[in-house]
RNA sequence: CGGGAUGUAGCGCAGUUGGUAGCGCACUACGUUCGGGACGUAGGGGUCGGCUGUUCGAGUCAGCUCAUCCCGACCA
């Protein structure tokens, strides 16, 4: 394959799509800013699904449904919440199609028209709460602790795939809580999920942090958030927990009697993540050869390349190919046999590595001579010839070391891109080349505004694990004094 | 919604001063190949984004329009 991109070029966004083609992931649909997602995608969201709906249901979260459609008035009721979506919702007017007076296709009839707008969803918690008030009478009713699946719609001005597009796949959390306490301590247990999923299942290193109040969703006390690094050095925001405090309790009226017989609102809370991991896992992993996937996520895990001149050999190694896979199959290891008589090895070679299976197995006629196979990791691209009765033992291990070097080759970029830095002329040129700068900040609104006009960077997080530093200082743009380092980079 | 660009085969593109529509990949058939994206031969495939105009004649010129992409503002 051509090797004309590379991840730190400029034309990172090139290479991105490349890959997003090549690996077969998604098309572009024919409906602007929307994607098709292919199969092969689709299947590695579906693992992100199962994973993370397990880790959801240990936390005592359960799933449901909401509608899709959200009367127009019930975004009004949440002031804060309704002026960050306003500019990007698609609204539905009519119910009703028409023939064309003039006999050329259909109009919509004007004689369908709703009496009150229908917005399509672009996050639930208005229709959620207004659910919420029906269920939540007594203390005894809480804590309410649901989850959905579902897609949301948000117009936005310009869209990539998987990264930002009109419609997307996600999963919303919505809980709601007797007290504050209880409900940041969830915002803070689901924001670790998320962590934990991102550096186990996705092999992807992530800071966790709070958002500044600029950053922070709309309607929230708090959001915190999961920030990664991609290969060019720009951050990506890869899931969100927000504390709601009691603002949609209130909007919604949703109270109940409390222990002591007074009647309280609701404290709520709201997390998600969506197929923006997708677009996560694509550029925090992938080489020029494609994607590279962590095991844990890749739909087939081993695949195995036959390599022969005759019938007998092509039945040869098939026979042996057929024995390896079931012991694989037996651990649990998912395993595709690529017995296509078509096409020629090297094809083959090629085309699993863009879609980034892990582990690939060859064997021809020179192998079964020696009855050896050569095993392949598409991590390091290493290839290595054992005898065959040892492949199936070894595979389990090996893809437990390809999920871990992904995650350390990861890690060891994102350190190798994190720097402090005191000095406003320093920050101006180093933030421009792909880095996370720790730095001083104020804690103003206008301080961070002002960065963000001068360099386009922003606050990616007020980190809580990694990269916390507590020290005074004095804000790199201000001057003014500070009470500890915050997070800056330029972000997707 | 501002600034820039592009619409020609499934994909990527060429098409000169206006004169009967081309290339590469992909696709179909046959043969030779098969240990890193094979090769040969023969085929199939088009409302040149749309409309209007200029002209004997428009992919090419003009006007309008639609769509898409990139850069801004917005955003998970």
């Known amino acids: 394959m051509a090797k004309e991109i590379t991840p730190r070029s400029e034309d990172y966004s090139k290479w991105y799509n490349d890959i997003v083609v090549k690996a077969d992931l998604a098309e572009q649909s024919a409906v602007r800013g929307c994607m098709v997602i292919k199969p092969y995608g689709y299947a590695i969201w579906e693992k992100m699904q199962h994973t993370l709906d397990a880790m959801f249901k240990e936390t005592g979260v359960q799933n449901a449904y909401f509608p899709l459609f959200i009367p127009k008035s019930f975004f009004s009721r949440e002031a804060e919440h309704v002026a960050g979506f306003a500019k990007e919702c698609a609204v539905v007017t009519h119910h009703r199609l028409m023939n064309s007076p003039d006999g050329k296709g259909v109009v919509v009839d004007p004689d369908a028209r709703l009496e009150e707008e229908l917005i399509v969803r672009p996050t639930s918690e208005t229709i959620i709460w207004s659910v919420y008030k029906n269920w939540i009478k007594s203390w005894r009713d809480l804590p309410v602790l649901c989850n ?3 897609n949301v719609v948000r117009w936005e001005m310009r869209t990539r795939p998987f990264l930002r597009t009109s419609e997307f796949l996600w999963q919303e959390g919505h809980t709601a809580h007797a007290t504050a306490e209880e409900a940041e301590a969830r915002t803070r247990q689901m924001v670790q999920v998320y962590a934990k999923f991102a550096r186990e299942t996705m092999s992807l290193p992530v800071i966790v942090g709070h958002k500044s109040p600029n950053e922070r969703f709309a309607g929230a006390l708090d959001t915190l958030t999961i920030e990664a690094m991609m290969q060019d050095g720009k951050a990506l925001q890869a899931g969100t927990s927000h504390f709601l405090g009691q603002n949609f309790g209130k909007s919604f009226d949703v109270q109940f009697a409390d222990k002591d017989g007074s009647l309280q609102y609701a404290w709520a809370t709201s997390w998600g993540v969506s ?3 997708m677009g996560a896992l694509i550029m925090a992993h992938s080489d020029d050869d494609g994607l590279i996937l ?3 996520l890749a739909p087939i895990q081993v695949v195995m390349v036959p390599i022969y001149k005759t019938d007998d050999e092509r039945n040869a190694v098939l026979e042996k190919f057929e024995e390896i896979s079931k012991a694989l199959t037996a651990k649990g290891i998912s395993v595709k046999i690529d017995d296509r008589d078509t096409l020629r090895p ?3 070679f090629a085309e699993w590595e863009v879609k980034g299976v892990p582990v690939r197995l060859a064997m021809g006629a020179r192998d079964l001579a ?3 196979m050569e095993v392949f990791r598409r991590d390091t691209l290493e290839k290595e010839t054992m005898p065959i009765e040892k492949v199936a033992g070894h595979i389990p291990a090996l893809l437990e070391d390809i999920q871990k070097n992904i995650y350390r080759k990861a890690l060891d970029f994102r350190e190798a891109h994190v720097e402090k830095c005191d000095s406003w002329e320093e920050f101006q040129e180093k933030i421009q080349t ?8 104020d804690g103003t609104v206008e301080t961070e505004q002002a960065i963000k006009d001068a360099t386009k960077a922003t606050i990616r997080c007020i980190p809580v694990d990694s990269y916390v530093c507590e020290e005074k ?11 500890r380092r915050v997070v800056f980079a330029i972000a997707y």
């Open 370 to 372: 020696n009855d050896s």
């Open 346 to 348: 090297g094809f083959k």
């Open 434 to 441: 792909g880095k996370f700068l720790l730095c001083h900040w």
């Open 294 to 296: 962590p095991p844990s």
């Open 275 to 277: 197929t923006r991991l």
């Open 473 to 483: 200082g004095k804000d790199i743009y201000s001057g003014k004094p500070s009470e």
């Open 148 to 150: 959905q699946w579902c």
